[in-house]
């Protein structure tokens, strides 16, 4: 219920305050600045399962941000393959620069329920994401606006979204146009184009569609 209150005095609020959702350029948003857009990397993992006679090839695909050549910071919620899973493998699709590795190989260091990194044995060909301070992450709160990274079309694209909230290192953020959708986790939110988080939660009514709010999982004091 105070979700629902929340919505309605935000949807009143941009009506009011002459604010617009998401890909409107609202003029009391700051302007964008070129959000590395070349440093989010599609994250594709595949795994083999046997079932009966048949093997099957299971694909899932996430997004994160590079924050060093060889390290990436995505969301910390991932799904399991099964015990008799086979050919773990993990790509990572860059703009211009393609990874692919066995699982095995790859570091996961999970910092909290909503932050994971992992550590590459090799660095990709693509430009790191600059990492915003823990004093501009703290400083975050209603009506800042963040840059987000999300699918649209199969492809990585941008939009802004405002601050409602934050609360134990979670910024809870307007999305009336409905743009985050489920799968969207791990995309990357920019304030004034600096790394503060990533995509970690989303919204749903019981038919699973868009609630129009999300949540980003900030960066941890220790980054």
């Known amino acids: 219920m105070k979700l629902l209150t929340a919505i309605a005095l935000l949807s009143l609020l941009l009506q009011t305050s002459g604010l617009r959702p998401a890909h409107a350029q609202p003029s009391s ?11 989010t990397v599609v994250l594709e993992r595949t795994w083999d399962y046997v079932e009966g006679a048949k093997t099957y090839r299971v694909t899932t695909q996430s997004l994160g941000t590079l924050i060093a050549p060889d390290e990436i910071l995505t969301h910390n919620h991932f799904a399991r393959p099964p015990e008799n899973a086979t050919r773990q493998r993990m790509r990572f699709k860059a703009p211009y620069h393609t990874l692919e590795l066995p699982a095995a190989e790859i570091q996961r260091q999970p910092e909290d329920a909503g932050t994971l990194y992992l550590a590459l044995p090799q660095p990709m060909a693509a430009a790191p994401a600059q990492l915003a301070s823990e004093a501009t992450v703290e400083s975050l709160g209603f009506g800042n606006w963040l840059t987000v990274v999300f699918w ?19 910024a809870t953020v307007a999305d009336p146009a409905k743009h985050i959708n489920p799968g969207d986790s791990g995309g990357g939110a920019f304030y004034n184009g600096q790394l503060v988080g990533n995509t970690w939660a989303i919204y749903q009514w019981e038919n699973g569609g868009a609630l129009g709010v999300f949540k980003v999982a900030l960066l941890p004091n220790n980054h």
Do not use: H, I, Y
């Open 29 to 39: 948003a700051p302007a964008l600045r070129p959000t590395p857009l070349q440093s």
């Open 152 to 170: 649209e079309n199969g492809q990585p694209t941008q939009a802004q979204f405002m601050v409602l909230w934050v609360k134990d290192g979670v």
